[in-house]
């Protein structure tokens, strides 16, 4: 059965590519944010079962979004997607709860970390 996904990422090119690659493995896609203030907002009225979060955006970062997804919602499910150095960030994804941290243009390896979330 597939997820229910709110997809962040401030590139719409790179939102239009992880939907894809979501709804072609059988996921809905309940939302996508361009930006770390939609994703709380969106979150909260969506209620989704997982959040692909790109790190860096502009105005309110992945990071900064998950920190405050978690105080009204400890439980949420949430992967980080980026196309940096994947170490540079890997401690502060474990410290705010975050599933993994995966290449953003590795879709096989963001469709398995979903869909083992």
Request: net charge negative.
């Amino acid at each position: 059965m597939g997820k229910r996904i709110l997809v962040v990422d401030d590139s719409v090119m790179m939102r239009k590519m992880i939907v894809k690659s979501l709804t072609e493995a059988g996921h809905e896609i309940v939302g996508e944010a361009a930006n770390g203030e939609q994703a709380v907002e969106m979150y909260a009225r969506v209620g989704p079962d997982l959040v692909t979060m790109d790190i860096t955006m502009r105005g309110m970062d992945g990071l900064s979004a998950a920190r405050e997804i978690k105080k009204d919602a400890p439980g949420a499910k949430i992967i980080f997607l980026s196309n940096l150095n994947e170490d540079k960030y890997g401690a502060e994804v474990d410290a705010v709860g975050g599933i993994g941290l995966v290449n953003k243009h590795k879709a096989a390896e963001v469709l398995e970390m979903v869909e083992g979330a």
